[in-house]
């Protein structure tokens, strides 16, 4: 019953705290100092979680994630010192679930855990989705706000669905665009940025963040809570 969480992380002083903090709080933890050893945890152990430091004594925390992500679709959430942006970015276009830059707050990422847990346990095929006063039927191309119903391109509605379908993940401006057009345009995501910006005129009003949220320098993702 307990979800199992493996770390991957050499600092030992933090791999102890999360271990300990993890337990505490209901968890089954597994433990690597290095990511050779972590990924064997992974295949034989088959954790529900990964929580993964970049920078490891023996491989790339990039390799590790690509790796893992080869198998499986199990969340992993980074937890790394190195903070750029690009960093980030790279990560999750690598196919991580979130990002945590040291020094961290364990509320933090307590909550990270528990939504990534829960985001993987949805049903994602369900295919009307209901949040406060948003409305959105897959299979009839449908979208009410307060009832009325709302008119989207099919662009605007194929992006919608992405950030719906990935709700509390954050969607990279390259998988987005990868993922509607299909390559790789040459003006810097600024289609994009006029697609999301009318996606939000229609079903936030003026009211911007209210469903979807901007995480400047990387991408969008859709509120979860
Ligand atoms: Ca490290």
Redesign the pocket.
Known sequence: MNEKILII???KVILKFLTLALKTHGYTVIGSENGLTGLNLFMNQNPDLVLL????PDLDGMLVLKEIRNQKSTPIIII??RGREQDKVNALDQGANDYVTKPFNLGEVLARIRVSLRNQKEVKESSIFEFENLIVDFDKYLVKLDHEEIHLTPIEFKLLELLIKNQGKVLTHAFLQDHVWGYQTVDEYQSLRVFMASIRRKIEGNQGNRFIITEIGVGYRFRDM
């Not at 430091?53 to 490891?56: K, S």
């Open positions: 992380e050499d600092d430091d970049l920078g490891l790394s010192a």
